[in-house]
C-alpha cells in the first residue's frame, strides 16, 4: 500500500502516523519530498481500513498495490483449489462438475428428479428447501420437510445435495444433512452468516449478489475463509442491469478474472442469469468455453407446474442434450465432463 500525505503536514504528524502502521506490524518506508511526504507499506495490509486513512485531513491519497483479500488471493496460493463435495472434486484443471434440480423441493418426487438428473449426467443434486422470495406471499419452500426429502434422493441416487442457507439457526441441520451449503445471491453480504458459515465443517457454494462488483463477491469468501472454512466454491448467477429481455445479465467475464484473482473454483448458473429456459442451453456451452469449472441447472418434469421459477427449468430430456453438448466442449478446452 502506498500513501501520500499533503504539502505542509507536520512532523509530529507524520511520526504519528509511522508509528500506528508499524504498530499493525507493517513495514514501512518513508520518503520525504518537498511538496508530498510518501508512506510505502509492506506486510498485511488487510488490517488497514482505507476509509479511516483518508479521513485523515493530511492524507492526500491511498493506494492499493495488492488486493485487500488474502485467503483467496492466488498471489499467496499460486495453486487451482480443489474442493471435496463429498467424494466429487470442484476445481482444478481436468473435470466439469455438473449439479441439476429442481429450484424447489416439492416433496418426494425429488427423488424420480434426481434418478433423472443422475442419468443424464449431473454428480451432485440441487433443491431449494428454504426459498427467499421477493413477494411475502410465494411460495418460501418446505423447510426441514424439504431437507430430508433431498436426504431420500440421495439414498435412493447417491448424489450429494446441495440447498440454500438462509439463518444461522438452521446451520446445526445443514451441518448433518446437506453435503453443500449455498449461499444466495440476496445473503452475499449477509456478513453475520457469512462468518457462521466460515466455522462450519461443510464446503459453501457462493453466490454473487445481485448489484455486487467482483472485489465485494471475493471479499465475502475472504469472510468465510478468514473463520476457518476455506472450502469455498463461487457461483456467478448473472447481476442486475437495466436489459430487460433476460432476467439477469449473465457476466461470464469474471470467469478468467476470477481464475487470474483466486485459486476458487467458479461455477455458473444459467438458469437464473437468464430466466429463460430458451437461452439456458446455449449459456451452458458458453461457460464451459470460458473456463468455467461447472454448471448448476434447475430441472423439472414439468416446469409449468413448478412451484417456483418454471419459465427456467429445463425439462430431463433438455438437460440431457444440454449436458451432452457441454462434454464436448469441455473436450475442446481439455476439460472432461
Not at 89 to 98: A, H, N, P, Q, T
Not at 264 to 286: F, K, Q
Request: one cysteine or more; hydrophobic letters at 40%.
Amino acid at each position: 500500500m502506498i500513501i501520500s500525505t499533503k504539502k505542509g503536514t507536520p512532523a509530529e504528524e507524520l511520526e504519528r502516523i509511522l508509528h500506528d502502521f508499524e504498530q499493525k506490524g507493517l513495514s514501512v518506508t518513508m520518503i520525504r519530498g518537498t511538496d508530498y511526504n510518501v508512506f510505502g507499506l509492506v506486510g498485511d495490509t488487510t488490517v488497514l481500513d482505507e476509509k479511516q486513512i483518508r479521513a485523515n485531513p493530511y492524507v492526500d491519497n491511498v493506494q492499493r498495490v495488492s488486493e485487500p483479500y488474502k485467503n483467496a488471493n492466488r498471489l499467496f496460493h499460486e495453486e487451482d483449489s480443489v474442493i471435496d463435495v463429498a467424494g466429487i472434486k470442484v476445481g482444478g484443471k481436468e473435470k466439469l462438475v455438473v449439479i441439476g434440480g429442481p429450484c424447489s423441493v416439492e416433496g418426494d418426487n425429488v427423488i424420480d428428479i434426481a434418478k433423472q438428473v443422475k442419468a443424464a449426467g449431473a454428480c451432485m443434486l440441487r433443491g431449494g428447501a428454504y426459498k427467499p422470495r421477493t413477494s411475502p406471499y410465494a411460495f418460501q419452500g418446505m423447510e426441514t420437510d424439504g431437507i430430508l426429502a433431498m436426504v431420500k434422493a440421495r439414498e435412493a441416487t447417491g448424489l450429494p445435495i446441495v440447498s440454500e442457507l438462509m439463518s444461522e439457526d438452521k446451520i446445526e441441520e445443514f451441518e448433518q444433512y446437506v453435503d453443500l451449503v449455498q449461499i444466495g445471491a440476496r445473503n452475499m453480504q449477509n456478513f453475520h452468516l457469512l462468518k457462521a458459515v466460515g466455522k462450519m465443517k461443510k464446503p459453501v457454494l457462493l453466490k454473487r449478489g445481485l448489484a455486487n462488483t467482483i472485489e465485494e463477491w471475493i471479499m465475502s469468501a475472504e469472510y468465510i475463509m478468514a473463520g476457518g472454512n476455506e472450502n469455498v466454491i463461487l457461483c456467478e448467477r448473472g447481476i442486475r442491469t437495466f436489459e430487460k429481455y433476460t432476467r439477469n445479465t449473465l457476466d461470464l467475464s469474471v470467469v478468467p478474472i476470477i481464475k487470474e484473482k483466486t485459486h476458487l473454483p467458479i461455477i455458473i448458473d444459467p438458469s437464473h442469469a437468464t430466466g429463460n429456459w430458451r437461452y439456458v442451453e446455449s449459456m451452458s456451452l458458453a461457460a464451459v468455453a470460458a473456463g468455467a469449472d461447472g454448471l448448476i441447472i434447475e430441472v423439472h418434469p414439468c416446469p409449468e407446474c413448478a412451484w417456483s421459477d418454471g419459465a427456467q427449468s429445463l425439462k430431463p430430456e433438455r438437460f440431457a442434450e444440454v449436458v451432452r453438448k457441454a462434454r464436448e466442449i469441455a473436450r475442446v478446452v481439455g476439460r472432461d465432463l
